[in-house]
């Protein structure tokens, strides 16, 4: 256990319809990550903040993906209008910036299934 | 793109020593290797990191070669447990560290 939490674990949805997730990071840490894996792939980089601000979004962040960080400490990652394509694991990774090397934590996962 | 390069599979014996390669032949001063594993269905496990210098801790040892285009990571006892994927990554260790660029790593299987 890394500290990271992220919930639900799982989720089956239909396509069409809206999801939410949420990853809360390791208390102290002020950068929080989502990233995005398909089946035999790599994690894909979606998004970070800083605190409150969200400092980058990938190309792979549609119009229909929307992620928050409120106060600066648990985030929620929507998706509206799911596609099948969407059916992945999404990541979530906290740090602490400020420490020289930054390292990632990552949270287990949260698994979508669109049908 | 990814900045390293692994190759795609590997087996080792248990009870042995597990050597794992990595290809960063493009990395700048200001980034460290890091290591992260990822066992089925889990999220990534961070193992290890470095700069320059040989790394060990109680997962395993980082190998960085002088020039620091590459680098080995090394499960001296190997286990079962140990089978996963192993991803290399480089990242700068400024302030705006910013994501990982994962590849697709290397999956380890430690066969009895």
């Known amino acids: 256990d890394t500290g990271v939490s992220q919930n639900p674990r799982h989720k089956i949805t239909k396509r069409g319809q809206n999801v939410t997730f949420r990853c809360d990071p390791i208390?102290?840490?002020?950068?929080l990550y989502w990233y995005r894996q398909t089946l035999g792939q790599g994690p894909e980089f979606l998004t970070y903040?800083?605190?409150?601000?969200?400092?980058?979004k990938s190309r792979l962040l549609s119009d229909r993906f929307s992620a928050e960080r409120p106060k600066g400490s648990f985030s929620t990652l929507e998706i509206q209008r799911t596609e099948q394509g969407d059916s992945a694991m999404y990541l979530c990774?906290?740090?602490?910036?400020?420490?020289?090397?930054?390292?990632?934590?990552f949270g287990p996962g949260t698994r979508l299934l669109v049908l | 793109d990814a900045k390293t390069t692994q190759p795609p599979s590997m087996d080792c014996a248990e009870g042995r020593a597990a050597n794992l390669p990595c290809n960063h032949s493009?990395?700048?001063?200001?980034?460290?290797v890091y290591w992260y594993r990822q066992i089925h269905s889990q999220g990534p496990q961070y193992i290890i990191h470095?700069?320059?210098n040989n790394e060990t801790n109680e997962m395993a040892s980082l190998i960085i070669t002088e020039d620091r285009k590459s680098s080995t990571l090394i499960l001296p006892h190997a286990t079962l447990r140990d089978t996963a994927v192993y991803y290399c990554?480089?990242?700068?260790?400024?302030?705006?560290?910013?994501?990982?660029?994962f590849g697709d790593g290397t999956t380890l299987t430690v066969k009895p």
């Open positions: 990774a906290s740090s602490l910036l400020g420490t020289l090397q930054e390292t990632q934590y």
């Open positions: 208390s102290e840490h002020n950068r």
């Open positions: 903040f800083q605190n409150e601000a969200q400092l980058e």
């Open positions: 493009t990395i700048s001063g200001n980034e460290y």
């Open positions: 470095g700069l320059k």
């Open positions: 990554i480089v990242r700068p260790y400024n302030t705006n560290a910013g994501k990982s660029t």
